[in-house]
């Protein structure tokens, strides 16, 4: 597979860098002695008038590509896996072959980000198309009311109802971390079966609690499985596909696993395995390896399963971690700077991949700027469905399916809502513009600058030198917030 860490992707020449097509051909004029202009003129006219007659079509194709039959649809979202922590990605401590034969198979998305540093509100965004505070979820859902910080807003149709509205069955395995309690459960937010647990964590992979309530559900129904999570996820995935093997309807399935979330707890076969292979790992990297590995055998074994039942040639496979990974429990975040919970590229910019068999080439790979709340119409595309309600991402489907899409001149916000017991309630946000990316990464920090062509790993602050971008990147920002306010987080 290619290798993926973010250094070695290929970043844009000078000339390309946060300019329109049009800004650079003017660029490149300003630059050049005048008898050169005269035949690049020339050549220039020549050029327009070729791609003016291709213009309409390929327009349309970019915008429109056709999808024949509905496909199924698998979405695999794991919990705080970090940008590097797979063998593909270049990590040399865990190996991650069902993971990185996804990654040959299908697209990799070097510069996708999870809409927020921390669970629900990249959940929120996935499955409405928007800005997580825009939708009432500007932090973590938890089950403590005092440091909750989000209510998905009832009356937003989510992604499961618009496909299920389509034609589409639609599951939930695994977890949710959108709500507890009425209106906001899966049966009643558009999934016609779930399978899994309402919360946001679980204290012990084995007994599925949090705080000692068990939020562990088979639709409405307390259940009380027996197993290790992610054991019990991959069963559960596997059973939905088998069970679905002869249905012509097709199915979107989001399959959620927990792990590598803390409490990091691997079964103990895979943690004694990892440490005979002398690796030299200490403990807690040891156990988080453990976790992952076992992850990807989940993962493994799920898409053997899609190819025994002949189900693989029509289904869509998406993988996605939620956000970053978590440092305190030695997470790889490839050399990116921070890691959950920060606003720093390591606990936003995510791995990602997407396989569609005679659709997505295998092994190709863009830098579009991409963010999960880009699934959302991307989904909906390849679903066929209309979506007749705001939203903010836009569909990947072009470049999924290799026909150059639009360029993406974009803005792409982020905030992340914490506090309670010893903390205020807090905001801090972060803004990118082209490879411009105005951040605080604390309520009680000052912003700084970044041009993350220069300085992936976010070194140098560049605040004071370009007053003029950081103004204008402020601007944005809050013409965001301001729009966001208006939005309320919790029941009325
Ligand atoms: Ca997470």
């Known amino acids: 597979m290619p290798q993926i860490n973010v250094l070695t992707v290929r970043e844009p020449s000078p000339v390309e860098k946060g300019r329109t097509f049009q800004e650079q051909q003017n660029f490149i004029l300003k630059n050049l002695p005048m008898r050169r202009i005269l035949v690049l003129g020339l050549l220039f006219l020549i050029f327009q008038v070729w791609t003016d007659l291709l213009g309409a079509s390929q327009e349309k194709s970019s915008q429109e590509v056709e999808v024949l039959s509905p496909p199924n649809i698998l979405l695999i979202m794991v919990d705080d896996l970090g940008y590097g922590d797979l063998s593909g990605a270049g990590a040399q401590d865990l190996r991650t072959p069902a993971i990185d034969a996804l990654v040959k198979l299908g697209i990799w998305f070097s510069q996708f980000y999870a809409n927020s540093p921390v669970s629900s509100p990249t959940r929120a965004a996935l499955l409405t198309g928007r800005y997580p505070d825009l939708v009432g979820v500007p932090g973590v859902i938890r089950t403590e009311s005092e440091r909750s910080w989000g209510y998905l807003v009832p009356e937003i ?48 992979y084995y007994n599925h609690y949090r705080r000692g309530v068990n939020y562990m559900r088979l639709n409405t129904r307390t259940i009380e499985p027996i197993g290790h999570a992610t054991d019990l996820f991959t069963q559960w995935a596997i059973d939905y596909l088998n069970n679905r093997k002869d249905i012509k309807q097709p199915f979107f399935l989001l ?238």
């Open 255 to 492: 399959l959620s696993y927990n792990a590598p979330h803390t409490p990091i707890q691997p079964p103990s076969l895979v943690l004694e395995r990892v440490k005979q292979r002398g690796d030299k790992l200490n403990e807690d990297r040891a156990k988080l390896v453990a976790l992952i590995e076992h992850l990807d055998e989940g993962i493994g074994r799920v898409i053997k399963v899609l190819g025994d039942n002949q189900q693989e040639g029509n289904t869509v496979v998406i993988f996605v971690s939620d956000n970053g990974g978590d440092l305190r429990v030695g997470a790889n975040c490839g050399l990116l700077r921070g890691g959950k919970r920060d606003l720093y590229e390591g606990g936003i910019r995510v791995p990602m991949a997407a396989v569609w068999p005679g659709k997505i080439r295998p092994g190709s790979s863009s830098r579009q700027l991409a963010m999960m709340m880009d699934l959302f119409p991307t989904i909906c595309a390849i679903a066929g469905v209309k979506i007749a309600q705001d939203f903010d991402g836009v569909s990947l489907l072009g470049t999924l399916v290799g026909q150059m899409a639009p360029p993406l001149e974009r803005e792409l916000f982020w905030m992340r809502r914490e506090g309670g017991r010893r903390h205020e309630g807090q905001d801090y946000y972060a803004v990118r513009r082209g490879y411009w990316k105005l951040m605080q990464n604390s309520p009680f920090e000052r912003y700084k600058l970044f041009n993350l062509r220069d300085d992936p790993l976010e070194e140098h602050d560049l605040a004071n030198q370009e007053p003029r971008v950081r103004a204008s990147l402020s601007q944005a920002l809050r013409r965001q917030i301001q729009k966001a306010g208006a939005i309320p987080w919790q029941p009325r």
């Open 157 to 204: 149709s989510l992604l499961p109802e618009l496909l299920q509205n389509t034609g589409y069955h639609t599951a939930l395995i695994g977890k949710w971390h959108l709500g507890l309690e009425s209106p906001n459960t899966p049966t009643e937010r558009g999934f016609q079966f779930f399978h899994g647990f309402l919360a946001g964590m679980m204290d012990d």
